[in-house]
């Protein structure tokens, strides 16, 4: 019969099993064994209770335990357990018991210091402790009150214990824990309060969980459709720019019954007057001085050319719109004559809706967003004119190539657009998607370029190099931004991982993980060749996620992290 064993809990199980069967031997030499030394007889078989062993077995085991050699040995051990001076009387309770009986007396998730556990060990059931060991347990008594005042410093294994005891800790084990507690295990755990989660505070987790993830669904939900609104006005817009018809907007307070869109009495503070002349007579003379009075606005014409509006510097680029060069058209704007140098634009879409305008024009339009649909006046200098790409010939030869590309079976559905775009338009005209990354997302600012293997690599679900990891960071890092997390998460450029015996990356690593709080959890992504391992740093604690099936040690990494 086999027992399947985690991975992560085999060398617990086995070094758990050796120790019981160590004492089971133990307990029959001493107690079968030992008292029968030269009673042949008694020495035959094994006792009623144990026949499970077997005659064979017990009869090596008996020869075994009679010999000269082990009789020496068990002697010099007799010998050296006569010699301890604190002898511990805990019986079978060990100290987890002990630990049990401690935690109903004291606050939950009270550390007990394992000095208590030691001096607690040695009394007797009367309460009082052997001699020898009285003079320990008060000195654990002062240096536990000087430890609570801040006078005393523990500094790793140099704890309360070994300090009484006047004896470093042993390299192996700990000293008032019990057995499988190793120092490296022990001295680094939080000596403040160890937080024990119960079945209750799971569940109540779970439900919290449950409720957040409805709630950001329904936030998506308000936000898609959001998007599809905005997306439709856009849509609405553009077709008016392409046909030169202006789109009817409703006013911002009025309502939709069925088909027809009503108008509420003003809200801006006046009465209705019903007897308010509302005849359609107009007034010629009015109505031909005003109109006298008009800038004459051209529209979207073939007489002006797409082009983008920059600000400062011609790489500015703050808005895009159609640029109007014709002598014909009115050298006013906005009751202002154009200057010399600019020329009248149409600000058709605002890329920084922040910017300022050039020429602001006070009270009405004074930032790129407010000028969206407007004519204003722009500096040539700063127009950078496009040549029209929407000709039906090369729309054509694109919807072509589009035509024939031929989809992977694995690329998702809603990434079909984007993979034959670059499977045809990115391949052939060998361009990149690039994007500049502050010095927030990796610690240092980088231009990051996505070639076409890294998108087709995603797409086709291939092994992915670091341009698609470091993208996939960068969005997480503006997801964090939004939430307001990043003082608790951050991350490690992939590509600076690349190599890591070189001589630049330790230092800046080092340089990466000063940056926040001192408990910031930081995500380093390393492949050492054949695939991508996650390396997550969280104070002095260092975690490697590994995706393979079996636990691999790559040295040059550990080394270089650790």
């Known amino acids: 019969e086999t027992f399947n064993v985690a991975p992560e809990s085999k060398k617990l199980v086995l070094t758990s099993a050796g120790t019981k069967w160590r004492a089971f031997k133990t307990m029959l030499t001493r107690k079968y064994v030992l008292p029968y030394l030269g009673k042949k007889k008694k020495l035959r078989k094994p006792p009623s209770q144990y026949n499970f062993v077997g005659r064979e077995p017990w009869k090596d085991f008996v020869k075994e335990r009679t010999t000269k050699k082990w009789l020496q040995l068990h002697n010099e051990q007799s010998e050296r357990v006569k010699k301890r001076k604190y002898h511990h009387r805990l019986s079978r309770k060990g100290y987890i018991g002990l630990e049990e009986e401690l935690r109903k007396t004291l606050p939950e998730g009270e550390v007990i210091d394992h000095a208590i556990m030691w001096k607690k ?40 214990l070994s300090q009484a005891l006047e004896t470093p800790e042993h390299s192996g084990r700990v000293r008032g824990v019990g057995g499988f507690v190793n120092p490296s295990t022990y001295f680094k755990m939080l000596k403040q309060k160890r937080i024990r989660i119960t079945k209750a505070e799971l569940l109540a987790r779970d439900r919290e969980r449950d409720r957040e993830l409805e709630e950001t669904e329904k936030m998506l939900a308000a936000q898609q459709a959001r998007t599809e609104e905005l997306l439709h006005k856009k849509i609405a817009q553009l ?34 007057d019903k007897t308010r002349n509302t005849s359609n007579i107009l007034d010629e003379a009015k109505v031909k001085e005003e109109v006298d009075d008009c800038e004459v606005v051209p529209p ?36 202002v004559p154009l200057k010399e140098g600019c020329v009248r634009v149409s600000v058709d879409g605002a890329i920084q809706e922040e910017a300022r305008l050039p020429f602001p024009v006070d009270g009405e339009m004074e930032l790129v967003g407010q000028a969206v649909g407007s004519h204003v006046a722009w500096p040539e200098e700063l127009v950078i004119r496009r040549v029209n790409k929407k000709n039906k010939r090369k729309m054509d030869f694109v919807k072509q190539l589009f035509d024939k590309a031929e989809l992977n079976p694995f690329v998702p559905k809603r990434c079909k657009l984007l993979y034959k775009h670059a499977k045809n338009i990115m391949s052939q005209t060998n361009e990149s998607i690039s994007t500049v990354l502050d010095d927030s997302v990796f610690g240092v600012q980088k231009e990051l370029f996505i070639l076409t293997e890294n998108v087709t690599d995603l797409l086709e679900m291939n092994k992915i190099g670091q341009g698609v990891i470091a993208a996939y960071m960068a969005n997480l890092h503006e997801t964090l931004l939004e939430r307001d997390e990043l003082d608790t998460f951050g991350f ?71």
Not at 503 to 519: M, S
Request: aromatic fraction near 8%; hydrophobic fraction near 35%; proline fraction near 7%.
């Open 492 to 562: 490690i450029d992939p590509a600076a991982t690349y190599k890591c015996e070189r001589l630049e990356f330790v230092p800046y690593l080092v340089n990466r993980l000063k940056e926040g709080k001192a408990d910031r959890i930081f995500f380093m992504p390393y492949n050492p060749g054949e695939h991508w391992i996650l390396t997550i740093i969280w104070e002095d604690e260092i975690y490697i996620v590994d995706p393979l099936p079996k636990p691999v040690h790559y040295k040059p990494w550990e080394n270089a992290v650790i």
């Open 239 to 272: 077709e008016a720019l392409i046909t030169g018809k202006t789109p009817y907007t409703p006013p911002l307070n009025a309502h939709v019954v069925g088909d027809n869109i009503i108008s509420p009495v003003s809200d801006k503070g006046s009465f209705h």
């Open 300 to 335: 979207p014409t073939e007489m002006g050319g797409t082009c983008e509006l920059a600000v400062d510097t011609i790489s500015n680029v703050v808005a895009f719109g159609t640029v109007f060069e014709e002598k014909d058209v009115s050298r006013m704007i906005h009751g």
């Open 121 to 160: 060990t040695r009394q007797r059931k009367d309460g009082d402790i052997d001699e020898e060991a009285r003079a320990v347990a008060r000195k654990i008594d002062d240096l536990l009150e000087k430890k609570s005042k801040g006078e005393l410093e523990i500094s790793g294994s140099s704890d309360v």
